[in-house]
């Protein structure tokens, strides 16, 4: 199923501006907010794709990969509200500030607050792809090291904020007490803490472990591209959220063939012989190689078009060709017997570039000698 346009979801032009951009979405986040929906599905659906929305638009970079390349662009495999995506935690410890003072300064509960978690770090992954597995897609299996919670790792609650995840301090001032509340420094506002461990964990109780991922490429990804697996980066410890694994892809230049877009190119050198009397001939493909034919007389310079020969497009909108481009090769050295032949068509031809009729039979000379 296609996902909607972001610029749709917050109703906005594609050349609003960042603050158009920001309050479109607080108007969105507003009306479908959980404290005024509850147990309201579509209501929570709305609401994380308005983030989804935001997440994008809202960062330059992310925003041009997104106008480039669709959705595909900036999350191919599942990306911000996709599987495993952001949940709402996630969204309001990334936007919360922008809600104000709209929901007593925080979701659920009637503005109660709710303690953070730790979100696990994302990691970063570089993948190389040949013309060939961009074409198809491909499954590519890797090996990375994360952080995982150690077996074996039980949590108490925090001793300095007894679980509360906040400091109180009073201050006495001229204009009487004053109470201050901040995040616990000793869990950063969780409520708990590592009680016990396994030695070889670190003082968060994780370790770090390799692992082989299996990442699916999909057909026509495009150089500079960042895919997102949700959740496959560090682990978060006490129940945290954990990182995403981003997937960086570079594509391989490959030997022969060009690629732009979704289109392919390919430069066709030929003899004049070929050009002059035309047939057959194969050229290189990335499933392997066609056999296209050549019309007599074909200029150099022209461009023959092979329909949806190209590239499958990433967000399933057709197809593109090959373009092969027709160049024919001059020999910068001949025998006297060539030269003799080539004279003789010269004289022929009434040094015409282009002579009314051709003689056949000196062309399959031509042929013989050239091939």
């Given at each position: 199923?296609?996902?909607?346009?972001?610029?749709?979801?917050?109703?906005?032009?594609?050349?609003?501006?960042?603050?158009?951009?920001?309050?479109?979405?607080?108007?969105?986040?507003?009306?479908?907010?959980?404290?005024?929906?509850?147990?309201?599905?579509?209501?929570?659906?709305?609401?994380?794709?308005?983030?989804?929305?935001?997440?994008?638009?809202?960062?330059?970079?992310?925003?041009?990969?997104?106008?480039?390349?669709?959705?595909?662009?900036?999350?191919?495999?599942?990306?911000?509200?996709?599987?495993?995506?952001?949940?709402?935690?996630?969204?309001?410890?990334?936007?919360?500030?922008?809600?104000?003072?709209?929901?007593?300064?925080?979701?659920?509960?009637?503005?109660?607050?709710?303690?953070?978690?730790?979100?696990?770090?994302?990691?970063?992954?570089?993948?190389?792809?040949?013309?060939?597995?961009i074409a198809g897609g491909v499954e590519k299996k890797i090996k990375i090291r994360r952080s995982k919670v150690a077996p074996g790792v039980t949590y108490k609650t925090c001793t300095t904020c007894n679980g509360s995840g906040q400091v109180t301090r009073v201050a006495n001032t001229i204009l009487g007490q004053m109470r201050t509340a901040s995040a616990c420094p000793s869990c950063q506002g969780v409520g708990q803490m590592v009680d016990k461990k396994p030695k070889e964990a670190g003082p968060d109780g994780t370790i770090k472990v390799e692992e082989t991922i299996s990442i699916q490429i999909p057909s026509g990804a495009v150089d500079g591209m960042q895919l997102k697996m949700s959740g496959?980066?560090?682990?978060?410890?006490?129940?945290?959220?954990?990182?995403?694994?981003?997937?960086?892809?570079?594509?391989?230049?490959?030997?022969?063939?060009?690629?732009?877009?979704?289109?392919?190119?390919?430069?066709?050198?030929?003899?004049?012989?070929?050009?002059?009397?035309?047939?057959?001939?194969?050229?290189?493909?990335?499933?392997?190689?066609?056999?296209?034919?050549?019309?007599?007389?074909?200029?150099?310079?022209?461009?023959?078009?092979?329909?949806?020969?190209?590239?499958?497009?990433?967000?399933?909108?057709?197809?593109?060709?090959?373009?092969?481009?027709?160049?024919?090769?001059?020999?910068?050295?001949?025998?006297?017997?060539?030269?003799?032949?080539?004279?003789?068509?010269?004289?022929?031809?009434?040094?015409?570039?282009?002579?009314?009729?051709?003689?056949?039979?000196?062309?399959?000379?031509?042929?013989?000698?050239?091939?």
């Open positions: 199923m296609a996902k909607q346009d972001y610029y749709e979801v917050l109703g906005i032009s594609k050349g609003a501006s960042a603050d158009e951009i920001k309050k479109a979405y607080r108007k969105m986040a507003v009306k479908y907010h959980p404290d005024k929906n509850p147990d309201n599905k579509e209501a929570e659906e709305n609401f994380k794709l308005a983030a989804e929305a935001y997440e994008v638009l809202s960062n330059p970079e992310k925003r041009q990969r997104y106008d480039q390349f669709g959705h595909a662009g900036v999350g191919g495999q599942g990306g911000f509200g996709g599987q495993g995506g952001m949940n709402m935690e996630d969204i309001f410890s990334q936007f919360g500030d922008i809600f104000g003072g709209a929901f007593g300064g925080g979701f659920g509960g009637g503005g109660q607050r709710r303690q953070p978690r730790f979100k696990g770090s994302n990691l970063r992954v570089k993948v190389k792809l040949t013309l060939e597995e496959k980066g560090n682990e978060a410890p006490m129940n945290g959220v954990n990182g995403d694994l981003i997937i960086l892809v570079e594509e391989v230049e490959h030997e022969l063939l060009k690629r732009e877009g979704n289109n392919i190119h390919y430069d066709l050198y030929i003899s004049f012989p070929q050009a002059a009397l035309g047939g057959h001939v194969e050229i290189p493909h990335f499933n392997g190689k066609m056999r296209i034919k050549l019309d007599p007389g074909v200029q150099s310079g022209k461009i023959l078009r092979l329909r949806n020969k190209g590239i499958r497009s990433i967000e399933g909108y057709g197809t593109g060709d090959m373009l092969v481009h027709i160049n024919v090769w001059t020999p910068q050295t001949l025998s006297a017997d060539q030269k003799k032949v080539l004279e003789k068509w010269v004289e022929d031809s009434n040094f015409q570039p282009h002579p009314k009729k051709s003689d056949k039979s000196f062309f399959e000379k031509v042929k013989e000698m050239f091939s």
